[in-house]
């Protein structure tokens, strides 16, 4: 059941911060930080909290979210401390910009077609980088700190947006095909090389993944989980029959892998189970 925000907690907070930031009462940790050096650990709660999801974990979801939320205020507080602006601030203008990305709700725009709104929502972002002296570029605002996967995928949706772009999936699989070929015509040339058509097929594979509708980092990610279940069901395969895995061969070791495959998956997180969301997908 959802709750009103208590304003006295966020005020309990915001002191909470003043007070680790006090030059003589604070902590020596919190008064050291510049935003520069908290920004590392920013990142890793982000994963953190996608974490959380992934693993339908409501209560780490929620803790998760606190740790996000008193990072938004260290940064809000050291920016107060500059002269620059503060935490009020901070709301304040996303909820300005919510309000101007949504004509169609808070505005005088009648419609809830979500091609439509998705366009809007784009031409509105534009229209604020522009504002803010951004080059005219369809490829303007797309960070460079976003993850490899992650930026493929946004610069090719911004290609998409001016008509550069597959208008089938065959020619996608098709130059995905071409960058393969590239790549292993590079096996025997220069690192730099390999590396080159190394990015071009990873591009390219992004790529199909957009089209079929599909996060490559999510699909990743999810590789990776399926990966490390096999694994360790091949370690549990060869702990209960007293063998090393370090002592097996490869065709051994790859009997082993395919055994593991079908056999029930070893969870880590069976010996304690996350409470579950809703209706939430695991």
Sequence with gaps: MS???NEGNIQRLLTIMRTLRDPQRGCAWDRRQTIVSIAPYTIEETY???????KSDAQGLRDELG??????????HMADEQGQFNFSDIVAAVCEKLERRHPHVFGAEQTQDV??????WEEIKAAERRAKGADNSALSGVINALPGLVRARKLQQRAAQVGFDWVEIH??????????????????????????EMGDTFFSLVNLARHLDIDAETAMRHANNK???????????AQTRGQKMQELGLEQLDALWNEAKREPAIDVNDLNPPAQFGNFPA
């Design 3 to 5: 709750k009103d925000i």
């Design 48 to 54: 953190e909290l996608v974490d959380a999801i992934e």
């Design 67 to 76: 740790d996000l939320l008193f990072h938004i205020v260290f940064y809000a």
């Design 115 to 120: 091609e439509h709104v998705n366009r809007r």
């Design 171 to 196: 020619g996608v699989i098709a130059k995905l095909r071409e960058e393969l070929t590239e790549l292993e015509q590079t096996l025997s040339e220069s690192h730099a090389r390999q590396l080159d």
């Design 227 to 237: 990966f490390e279940r096999r694994f360790r069901q091949m370690e549990h395969i």
